[in-house]
């Protein structure tokens, strides 16, 4: 096995979709109404929080071992002054809970090697190597057993920092030859067994960064896993298409439906493990946001806390997490154990029970009317507001509903307004709608498309903070087009703005052609240059561009298309258009 070298941090680290679950009904049928999990990244590195003699390392602090090239020897000294006497399980598995949180996966061993539990495998273990003497992991067992949370473990199969035949750790000299086979055998696998044995039923075996890992490596470690406890669920990162749902891309929210079991996992702040200086918190409404969008695409969604070196989770987490726990005390209903509705509404997003269809909505209409998409074979009975059960008015036209809205929104944070129908709902896919006093944003995945392809590009921002954007690319000049259609309910005025990036260089940019209608119009897209040289995931800089002013009149199936004119625009990657209303008359 060949080291991780350049695709050590690029997205083929986290390895291809999972095979599709066969027997869910016997392993993990609690997933897919779970919704929303605690993920937790705490080891050796949290003591170092982000800096390493003197120098503040921004991004994920979890990989500060190999960011500061740390010999691995005095690496393992860190772990002399680790005593995280402020950790208390009972106290973390309170947070899941009030969180509004269904399961907890934890770091037992991460990339640099150290067990977080007792281990006889190895003495580079939590138990064993500092003065704390105590396992957490058994403490966190037992605080969810209690509480009937599934726990899941964390476990890096293949890279480990500590270990010279292990994959990741470039930096220490190793005589001889590294024998991944020898790892596997004399740790990984006997480390996975004690996780698997001592701590009672473990929901999840939560891998990562396979990597190059070969298949026979992985159908081994699933075959264990599935000996000592059938009943635990593998996540796709154990590599070579196996496992038995998928993980998304690291901080990964689709904005399209995203079939199968799967699940996205997302950073609070810019960092798995803790970094004193990073401050970068989601607020409470966009951790909704994002969870809520991840369950209106069909996926559970995982948040990250950093507990720091003395085991306290901090203080600005935690009481965000409370918020969202209150929120979801009050609206639950509306996310556990619901499918996917509408993922693409500019207020929000939908979920639906049987007969009963959630619209979570972030932004609240400013005109007292909320519109939705129609839904296909079903009346609408009655409209509530979740918050207090106010009944709201209601419309149904052929394609669209409009509810009548009170003027301030009921919550703070998002309003759930909840529509009985008298059918269940039929899962679609509706043709978008410009609605006006409301942005419509129309991805690169939902264009018809001729002579360019869809792809899509993972990117770094800060160390390990990810970015992903489906892209139009390879524009063919002449024959390449990319069409959306909509419908416009009422008559208005929009602007066309585009998201794209171009490698171009220079102020000429590229020429393409807009049509809408009859009309046909020139424009430019100047280029936006790339700051990074990784040719097969270069880091776009993605640039908003407000191409002209549109008037539409009612109508369904409407279409704006653009095409390239001249060959300056192969090289762009397109990410979306949005139509954004103007107000012409007062
Ligand atoms: O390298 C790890 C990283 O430290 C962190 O654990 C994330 C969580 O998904 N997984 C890997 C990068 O994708």
């Not at 049987?354 to 009346?379: C, E, M, S």
């Amino acid at each position: 096995m060949s080291a991780l070298s350049s695709r050590t941090v690029s997205p083929e680290m986290w390895g291809g979709p999972a095979a599709r679950c066969a027997a869910l009904s016997e392993r993990g049928s609690w997933f897919p109404d779970a919704k929303f999990g605690m993920f937790i990244h705490w080891g050796l590195y949290s003591e170092l929080g982000g800096c390493w003699q003197d120098k503040a390392y921004h991004g994920i602090g979890e990989w500060i071992q190999w960011r500061a090239r740390i010999p691995a020897a005095e690496y393992a000294r860190v772990a002399q002054r680790f005593h995280p006497v402020d950790f208390n399980a009972r106290e973390w598995v309170r947070t899941v809970q009030d969180a509004g949180m269904r399961y907890l996966v934890i770091t037992a061993k991460h990339h640099d090697g150290f067990a977080m539990f007792r281990s006889a495998v190895s003495p580079f273990n939590i138990v064993d190597a500092t003065p704390f003497k105590r396992d957490p992991l058994a403490e966190l067992a037992e605080a969810c057993r209690d509480v009937g949370m599934p726990l899941g473990f964390y476990y890096s199969q293949t890279q480990d920092w500590h270990e010279p035949d292990a994959v990741g750790n470039e930096w220490d000299a190793v005589e001889g030859e590294r024998r991944f086979d020898r790892y596997l055998e004399a740790k990984a696998l006997p480390q996975i067994e004690e996780l698997l044995t001592n701590y009672g039923d473990v929901a999840i075996l939560w891998f990562d960064t396979p990597g190059p890992i070969a298949r026979e490596d992985s159908l081994q470690l699933q075959a264990r896993i599935r000996q000592l406890q059938p009943g635990c669920l593998i996540n796709s990162r154990i590599g070579n298409e196996l496992g038995d749902y998928e993980t998304l891309g690291d901080q990964e929210i689709p904005r399209q439906p995203h079939g199968g079991l799967w699940e996205t996992i997302d950073t609070h702040n810019d960092t798995w493990g803790y970094v004193a200086h990073d401050r970068n918190w989601k607020a409470p409404a966009e951790i909704l946001r994002r969870l809520v969008q991840v369950a209106a695409c069909g996926g559970n969604y995982v948040l990250n806390v950093g507990p720091d070196g003395r085991g306290r989770i901090p203080a600005l987490a935690d009481r965000m997490l409370q918020s969202v726990g209150t929120w979801l005390e009050a609206n639950g209903t509306a996310l556990y154990g619901t499918i996917p509705a509408v993922a693409s509404v500019p207020w929000g997003a939908c979920t639906a029970r049987d007969k009963t269809l959630y619209a979570h909505v972030f932004d609240w209409p400013r005109d007292g009317r909320l519109l939705l998409p129609g839904v296909p074979g079903a009346r609408v009975r009655s409209v509530r507001n979740l918050h207090d059960g106010a009944s709201l008015a209601v419309e149904q036209l052929p394609e669209h509903i409009v509810v009548q809205t009170p003027a301030m929104p009921p919550d703070a944070f998002a309003s759930v307004v909840v529509l009985e129908l008298d059918a269940p709902l039929v899962a679609q896919n509706p043709r978008p709608s410009l609605l006006s006093g409301w942005p419509l944003r129309m991805d690169a995945a939902n264009a018809e498309r001729s002579g360019c392809r869809l792809r899509k590009r993972s990117w770094m921002e800060k160390f390990g903070d990810w970015k992903h954007a489906e892209c139009l690319e390879e524009w063919e000049v002449p024959g390449g087009e990319a069409r959306w259609t909509f419908d416009v309910p009422e008559a208005g005025a929009f602007y066309l703005d585009l998201e794209y990036s171009s490698p171009t260089e220079g102020d000429e940019g590229s020429e393409w052609i807009l049509r809408c209608g009859s009309s046909e119009t020139p424009f430019v897209l100047l280029g936006t240059g790339e700051s990074h040289g990784d040719e097969a995931n270069p880091r776009l800089l993605l640039r908003k561009c407000r191409i002209g002013l549109l008037e539409f009149t009612r109508g369904s199936g409407q279409a704006v298309a653009i095409q390239p004119k001249d060959a300056a625009g192969r090289q762009t990657r397109l990410a979306a258009v949005t139509l954004v209303p103007a107000r012409i008359e007062s």
